[in-house]
């Protein structure tokens, strides 16, 4: 076969596993975490693209605790049946509130979830170039399943530990819900502080300069996750120093003493309108707001030591 050939039905070969390169990304990412010390827990949460059988395998050679939203309705070894069948057939242990985040296409609301959890189940390994299915080792996990009733909310969630009570159910699905805070952490570091365009050629400096953006990006996820849920809340609770509320509050013309005060004022400085129908402004307002924030700041104490430097003159 001539050599161009030859490079064309490779390059096909990998298009057509994609999806195990995909497996290999997450299991290399396994890689750069070591086994969790003694008497303590790591457990790895993800959405529905962490459902590979090489991750969740690696996971339980590792030691690591997941919990993971299933994608794949997968076989069970010993059974004909299906994992989401099975799943889906489990009588209700309980329910809980949760309040539904915003997103572009619809508003926050608080609704009552149902919980439901199986015994534990082998998984059925896939089936894999040169292999057949059911080959390689299965994977025992439990699967929580939470749902609102009448509409199409619904998480099939994997989880490595067996899970016997509702109260075991009901905090794997905390552990779930909890991530998109996680997710706007990461996106706010990456997106809004531009952690992936900074030129840094060596680890320790990316390291360094990672940690400093993170304490911006905790400030940012925290002051919009306090808004939403104790906006009364005293200014002092946010932990800003007092120069920036100082020339926050003078350019707004108004006190600010509340944590939902200073929200609204940094997204205003953001770009934010504030009108009725408008969405809450999120973190990337706020990243712009406390742009704006800062250079007003610089304006601020160059004003100062031109004030001082013309007494001094004088």
Not at 162 to 175: D, G, K
Not at 252 to 261: E, F
Request: glycine share 8%.
């Amino acid at each position: 076969m001539p050599e161009g050939e030859q490079g064309l039905s490779r390059s096909r070969s990998w298009i057509r596993q994609g999806r195990v390169r995909e497996s290999r990304l997450w299991t290399q990412s396994l890689c750069h975490v070591s086994s969790p010390p003694p008497d303590s827990r790591w457990v790895v949460v993800a959405d529905r693209g962490a459902d590979i059988y090489e991750h969740l395998l690696a996971c339980q050679e590792r030691g690591l605790g997941f919990v993971v939203r299933a994608c794949q309705d997968r076989g069970l070894v010993g059974t004909r049946q299906q994992l989401f069948s099975v799943a889906r057939s489990q009588p209700v242990a309980g329910q809980f509130c949760l309040t539904i985040r915003s997103s572009p296409t619809r508003s926050a609301r608080r609704t009552t979830l149902a919980v439901s959890f199986s015994p534990p189940l082998a998984l059925r390994a896939p089936q894999r170039p040169g292999t057949n299915a059911g080959k390689g080792q299965s994977v025992t996990v439990s699967v929580v399943r939470v749902w609102e009733p009448g509409s199409q909310l619904e998480w099939l969630l994997l989880c490595n530990e067996a899970v016997s009570s509702f109260a075991q159910a009901r905090e794997r699905a905390w552990q779930y819900a909890t991530r998109w805070l996680i997710e706007d952490f990461h996106k706010a570091l990456k997106t809004g502080l531009g952690a992936e365009r900074l030129q840094l050629h060596t680890g320790h400096r990316l390291f360094a300069a990672v940690a400093l953006l993170s304490v911006v990006d905790f400030a940012l996820v925290d002051l919009r996750e306090q808004s939403r849920q104790q906006s009364e809340a005293p200014i002092e609770q946010i932990g800003w120093p007092s120069l920036y509320l100082h020339v926050l509050s003078h350019y707004q013309q108004q006190p600010i003493n509340t944590v939902g005060q200073a929200y609204d004022a940094l997204a205003k400085l953001g770009g934010h309108l504030g009108r009725s129908k408008d969405a809450p402004p999120g973190w990337q307002t706020l990243w712009r707001g406390l742009l704006h924030l800062r250079h007003l700041i610089v304006g601020w104490r160059l004003a100062i030591r031109s004030t001082i430097s013309s007494s001094r003159q004088k």
